[in-house]
């Protein structure tokens, strides 16, 4: 611990004794410093034991010595020093008054111990101090390296909880608690997840100091990685502000543990390369080689029905979509294939699993914020357009990608941030018609019919579109137009003069029913 007052007074060499203040000797000093001015207060810092020989004031003035005394406690000085034997051969009462009624600390440095002698004692023991903070905080650097060797960032978290006599917790690249020590600090550290969400929209590195739940503690938080954009956070919560040997601990920790983060990124990396060739094979139809390349790095995602998703992605979103895919899935426990495709991204996800689910959940913030005004703060300049196809199995990859990528097209069409391909199975083509390409093909396949229509010598559009429903049903048709059958006979001929087109054609039948459903939708 620093050196204090009481320490010097009990100092053997020194001969000091207490005048005044006796109830105030256990504060640190910082240093010891000389000074005869007659106000020394603007050359002061805080915490410094004063020391003097009243060669430029009147000691012996009551009002003097009260405004003296007062200065120097409103500076912070901790303590004054005065030698006696050479101006005064005692300390004058006045002084000691002032200083008792000021509370501050009083010492009679007698002649024969210059105040050199007591500067050295001040340093000696503060250097004692920091040399015992450094040995300690190697100590503890240690411990901690060998803790996240052999235990990892659990084991980490435990040594330095004991080092800050305190609790710690780690926290992943969401923002979520990952591990905790002691066990008990993990509702701690869960009500801390605004502060730490804070943090991380922060540039990297970052760190802040937050009151704890309830008033309960002081904690710090650092964010880790060494990118700019922040892979997980620390928290640190003690009673107090850290001490010298905690500080060297803290560092230590963030150290550490942003290595171990860099080092999972590099093997994520390689995992992704994995991911990539496993995604290739299952895509070629061929699931077995799939399977002996994966190993058991997927677990049994390759055996289960799983989900594909297609993301066309720029920008921040392409990172933020893998973040909460990633961390939902290691929260409980998935395997997830995540393969990144330049402004793509492909995942192969557990269907009805907590990864598809924070793909979904992810989606509909970006559907949410595009429709906030960009002046309310609102509106996504980055791209998130994203694809999911129906469940599936590894013989199927294929077709779940291409599943994917249709239910992908209609989302941009659309202009949805997500569209699930079992949306489109289950509801109805026609919305699909309202495609700008659509229905420029039926206007010009129907602008014959509807101009001859408008010089007033029939009704073909609505007579076609009454044979069509009636799937050419003559009798049937003509009822509906109130018409006789040979007159819809000579409208349908006249139809497929103008057209060029023979109705006998299914597929001729198709395009024009389809075309005029797209006109009508206008």
Known sequence: ???????????????????????????????????????????????????????????????????????????????????????????PKALVDAAEHEGLPLLEVPRRTPFLAISKAVSAAIAADQYRAVTAGFAAQRELTRQALTAGPEGLLTALAAQVDGWAALYDASGAVVATAPEWAGRRAARLTADVERLRERPAPASSV?????????????????????????????????GTAERYAVHSAIALLTLTTERSRSLHAAEQRVGAAVLRMLLAGQPDHARGVAGDLYGGLLDAPFRMIVADTTGEQSAGLTEAVESAAARAGEAVLVVPEGERLVVL?????????????????????????????GGEDDELVVGLSAPSGPIAAAAAYKQAEQALSVARRRGRVLVEHDQLASGSVLPLLADDAVKAFADGLLRALYEHDATGRGDLVASLRAWLSRHGQWDAAAADLGVHRHTLRYRMRRVEEILGRSLDDPDVRMELWLALKATSAD
């Open 1 to 91: 611990m620093p050196p204090t007052l009481a320490s010097l007074v009990h100092h053997s060499a020194l001969k000091l004794t207490v005048r005044a203040g006796e109830d105030r000797l256990d504060v640190p000093v910082r240093w010891a410093h000389v000074s005869e001015l007659a106000d020394p207060v603007p050359y002061m810092e805080g915490g410094e034991l004063l020391l003097i020989t009243a060669l430029k004031l009147d000691a012996e003035d009551p009002e003097a010595m009260r405004k003296y005394v007062k200065r120097l406690v409103g500076a912070g000085v901790v303590g004054l020093g005065f030698a006696v034997g050479v101006n005064y051969d005692e300390i």
């Open 210 to 242: 937050v009151g704890g739940p309830d008033n309960e503690d002081r904690v710090e938080l650092h964010s880790l990685g060494t990118g700019r954009r922040s892979r997980g956070a620390l928290a640190v919560g003690t009673a107090s502000a850290l």
């Open 349 to 377: 996800a557990a269907d009805g699993g907590a990864a598809v689910a924070a793909c979904v959940e992810y989606a509909a913030a970006r559907e949410a914020a595009r429709a906030v005004p960009a002046e309310q703060g």
